[in-house]
């Protein structure tokens, strides 16, 4: 007992020193002889929630005494008893050490199983439920959560999938107090409840399966498998409250990849899309190649200039040639270019964007989004030293690159898993409809809500995201449509210490925080930093500040007086120089492919015929076997060709006619 004592004393120092960025919520973690994997879903909530857990092994008398005793530990924000484990202590003695005056800290039995004994489940729950059956659908179904958006947030009232049925259901007693937080299948299967008895709050959940997030391999799928966590993240946030990480706000965004400003530009009309955004409220950001940063029209300027809180500005790659940042090799894989090449490739993507800005008077965000998804890991880091504010992708693995075997990787947007440089996940709107739970999943865990189409997407209409915009307005109405600079600087969580003022865990190294209270707050703000290139100043709202890099981790403290908002940079040191960048496009290859592609777009668009030859080679052909330039190239040159045939004919026949007129009629 001492020894564990120690120990714990120990490492609760180790973590404290030097920075002072401590849990400020635990979790009791209660359990019997069951494996560790049994209670992995509560790791990964209390870790995704910044939550530490106390795992108490209850074998022995002296277990259980302790376990009482760290129950009344005022700084814990709930606990949870593994079913297993219950049948070791009195149910009364536990409710007493929740107790906090005349409130109490909530509980969750988790891992119920139909061999979990029915008198002790009907003691525990007061009676609000009788036992726990296997359920009579065995085939794998969905989760029906409860209505209550306190408790469920943007899950609430909606379906999730499931991958393997839960252990059991529970009966509940015909005048049952207790609320069904989730359903097997139906309504009438529940397999997570909360019962109120007075001040104090019961959870009930059987076992969902068992997590396996570091074997995944697409977010598609990480959403599909999300059901075994349910309860404990459920759970875990309501408990933790504003101890837990949170978001300030929550965010979304459209971005348009491709267009330039001509209006309209193929099927994308900038007026029309305009009105919708105004009668549904949503925000598209148009991922402008720089390339295009001197061909901008009047027109589509005023629209986009005078509207910035329904359009802007980021960077799509910076001449979108199809080896924009690698080259194929003849086995068929792709290497990145050298340092210099990809260095050189993002200056001159900025230096024509500051063109673009001074032509224009449009601002645009120094945030990326990769030509054709694909990117080498060296490219983050140099955005991240020519201080890109952040990337979007709906692959965010470099090519170059293995996906991390960590749970971490799916469940948190954005990651900083390579380079350390943030990368938020994206999902396409165009193929099909993005699954309703896969949205409400992703709110519900506070990741920004990024989706991404082409012109060709808005050629059933202007509305035609309307019912994904409606949707996720309606799970989240506070929601903020805006462009992916503004969200790339929230893209940070928070949590009140047990002093009451707030730790904040930043992902990028451009930031805004406001103080929306009352009073003056104290921020200990923290960013994973591999300093792997020199930090040229950090400042707040344009005045140098200090800061501390402590392993791993820059650190600093922020007052920020109530009502106002400091902006935070930490500027990273290097050679980008926009006067001397040269941003002139000299290269005919791509000039061409550039002009093939405006021919696609803006031409091929205005016929069913065109739309249906560009739909065909994009949905048979093999794109990397015959690149689109390629496939034009040869059209161009054939049609070419056959107009100079059909002239020459043309001539020809012309000129024989005339000469046939000019021969004198024989007498």
Same mark, same amino acid.
């Given at each position: ?15 404290? +020193? ?52 760290? +129950? ?27 107790? /906090? ?132 993240? =459920? ?23 491709? =267009? ?50 329904? @359009? ?45 800005? +001074? ?14 998804? /694909? ?5 983050? /880091? ?74 060709? @997407?808005?050629? /059933? ?110 500027? @990273? ?74 002239? @020459? ?19």
């Amino acid at each position: 007992m001492r020894m564990w004592l120690y120990r714990s004393a120990l490492g609760l120092l180790f973590l404290c +020193m030097p920075w002072s960025f401590c849990t400020a919520a635990d979790l009791l973690v209660v359990v019997s002889n069951v494996p560790v994997e049994n209670y992995r879903d509560v790791d990964i909530a209390a870790d995704y929630y910044g939550v530490g857990t106390e795992i108490v092994h209850v074998n022995t008398a002296s277990d259980i005494q302790h376990a009482l005793y760290r +129950m009344r530990d005022p700084n814990l924000a709930g606990v949870i008893i593994h079913a297993d484990a219950l049948p070791k202590f009195s149910e009364p003695r536990v409710r007493a050490a929740l107790r /906090r005056g005349a409130a109490a800290i909530p509980l969750l039995v988790t891992g119920v199983t139909a061999k979990t004994d029915a008198a002790i489940l009907q003691s525990w729950s007061r009676g609000a439920l009788r036992q726990c059956t296997a359920p009579e659908q065995v085939q794998p179904g969905s989760l029906l959560l409860g209505n209550t958006r306190s408790l469920l947030h943007e899950l609430a009232g909606l379906k999730i999938p499931v991958t393997n049925p839960p252990a059991c259901v529970f009966v509940r007693a015909d005048d049952s107090h207790s609320e069904i937080v989730a359903a097997y299948a139906s309504g009438d299967s529940p397999a997570f409840v909360r019962i109120a008895t007075g001040p104090q709050e019961l959870f009930f959940a059987t076992d969902l399966g068992k997590p396996d997030l570091a074997n995944l391999n697409s977010a598609a799928e990480f959403f599909r498998s999300f059901s075994p966590l349910i309860a404990s993240m =459920v759970f875990v946030r309501y408990a933790a409250g504003e101890s837990g990480w949170h978001a300030p706000a929550h965010y979304a965004n459209l971005t348009i990849d491709d =267009v330039w400003l001509t209006q309209p530009y193929g099927h994308l009309d900038f007026q029309s899309l305009l009105e919708e955004m105004e009668k549904h409220n949503f925000h598209a950001t148009l991922a402008f190649i720089p390339w295009n940063f001197d061909r901008s029209e009047q027109d589509a300027i005023a629209i986009i200039r005078e509207h910035p809180h329904r @359009y802007s500005i980021s960077i799509h790659g910076n001449n979108h040639d199809h080896t924009e940042f690698f080259r194929d090799t003849d086995d068929g894989r792709s290497t990145p270019l050298t340092d210099e090449e990809l260095a050189a490739r993002l200056k001159q993507a900025v230096a024509r964007m500051e063109q673009f800005r +001074m032509r224009t008077s449009i601002s645009y965000d120094r945030f990326m989004i990769f030509p054709h998804e /694909r990117f080498p890991s060296a490219t983050l /880091r140099f955005m991240k030293r020519f201080n890109y504010v952040g990337m979007a992708n709906e692959n965010l693995v470099p090519i170059d690159r293995q996906q991390p075997a960590d749970d971490a990787f799916f469940l948190h947007s954005p990651t900083t898993f390579f380079e350390n440089f943030p990368g938020v996940r994206r999902y396409s709107a165009e193929e099909a409809a993005v699954p309703e739970y896969l949205v409400a999943i992703a709110a519900f865990l506070e990741h920004p809500l990024l989706f991404y189409a082409h012109h060709a @997407y808005f050629a /059933r209409g202007a509305n035609v995201f309307n019912a994904t915009v409606d949707f996720i307005n309606h799970i989240d109405p506070e929601v903020n449509w805006t462009g992916l600079g503004n969200m790339a600087q929230h893209l940070y969580k928070m949590r009140r210490r047990a002093d009451h003022d707030f730790d904040l865990w930043t992902r990028t190294a451009d930031f805004r925080l406001r103080n929306n209270s009352g009073r003056e707050q104290t921020y200990y703000v923290s960013k994973d930093e591999n300093f792997a290139d020199p930090i040229r100043q950090v400042t707040a709202n344009g005045q140098p500040i200090t800061y501390s890099r402590q392993a791993n981790r820059l650190t600093l403290i922020l007052k920020v007086p109530p009502g106002q908002e400091q902006h935070v940079r930490i500027e @990273y040191g290097n050679d980008l120089n926009l006067t001397a960048t040269d941003v002139s496009k000299p290269n005919l290859r791509i000039n061409a492919l550039r002009r093939i592609s405006d021919f696609r777009d803006l031409v091929l668009s205005r016929s069913m015929l065109g739309d249906t030859v560009v739909a065909l080679y994009y949905g048979k052909l093999n794109v990397s076997d015959f690149p689109l330039y390629r496939v034009l190239l040869v059209c161009v040159v054939a049609g070419a060709g056959l107009l100079l045939a059909a002239s @020459y004919a043309y001539r020809h026949v012309h000129r024989k006619r005339k000469t046939a007129r000019s021969v004198p009629t024989s007498q």
